[in-house]
């Protein structure tokens, strides 16, 4: 009996992974990073939010929908839950249930669902039905953290205020080694410190749209990458 403890505790210490090395972190070059915007520019001049809105109001619905879920998806349901309500007014007063139903292939419809009907109360109660325009009080409505505030000031306003970080941007930025951390708010401070502040918005929306079309989370396409060249390709 001793003997299949010992053989049992071996194969599980042996099935354990090794950890993945952590590489040693350069800050980048001015000049590194100037290249790597130069080839997002020419890559992806037009890079913009995916989500189909057509007021703030829908922006930011839309982008607390899309945590946990694909643009495509939420674009799909925002279709129809954009024609049935219209105003804060109508969120915060909806049958919750009625809601839900219309999310749910979105996912975890439960908590979204809670966050969109709260969120449009307090802007009723805190902002007279307007969605403030600034970092501090939108972090402060239900279900808006620094990633949905970064999308909307950039996207809906036109303000720059930070860097959108999402798994796409998290994860290019640490591959191209504009970052060592894997905090989203740590990664935008470091993109924040390394990237020219004209080029937040941009840089937030080009590194999303590299990360889907080239930079892949499991199969990277390398091969036909535009930033290979330069890339240190940290995997």
């Known amino acids: 009996m001793p003997g299949k403890a010992s053989a049992k505790t071996a194969t599980k210490s042996a099935s354990k992974k090794e950890p993945k090395t952590k590489y040693s972190f350069t800050a980048p070059t001015p000049e590194y990073v100037q290249q ?9 001049p037009d890079a913009r939010t995916a ?13 607390i929908l899309s945590a946990q879920c694909t643009d495509e998806r939420v674009n799909k349901v925002t279709k129809v839950l954009f024609e049935r309500y219209k105003t804060t007014e109508d969120y915060a007063d909806c049958d919750i249930e009625e809601l839900k139903d219309i999310i749910r292939s979105t996912g975890f419809f439960n908590q979204k669902a809670k966050y969109i009907k709260e969120m449009a109360a307090t802007v009723i109660d805190k902002h007279n039905g307007t969605i403030p325009k600034n970092m501090e009080e939108l972090t402060k409505l239900p279900g808006v953290a620094r990633k949905t505030a970064n999308v909307l000031l950039s996207s809906a306003f036109g303000i720059t205020a930070g ?7 998290k994860r290019v930025s640490y591959r191209l080694g504009l970052t060592d951390k894997t905090d989203p708010d740590k990664v935008e401070q470091d993109l924040m410190q390394y990237i020219p502040e004209e080029k937040w918005i941009f840089v937030g929306d080009s590194l999303i749209y590299h990360g889907r079309k080239y930079c892949d989370a499991r199969k990277p396409d390398c091969e036909n990458c535009p930033i290979n060249k330069i890339c240190p390709k940290r995997i």
């Open 36 to 44: 790597i915007l130069d080839i997002l520019w020419e890559t992806y």
């Open 163 to 169: 860097v959108v970080v999402d798994t796409h941007v």
């Open 51 to 63: 989500l189909t809105y057509d007021n703030p109001l829908e922006l930011l619905v839309a982008t």
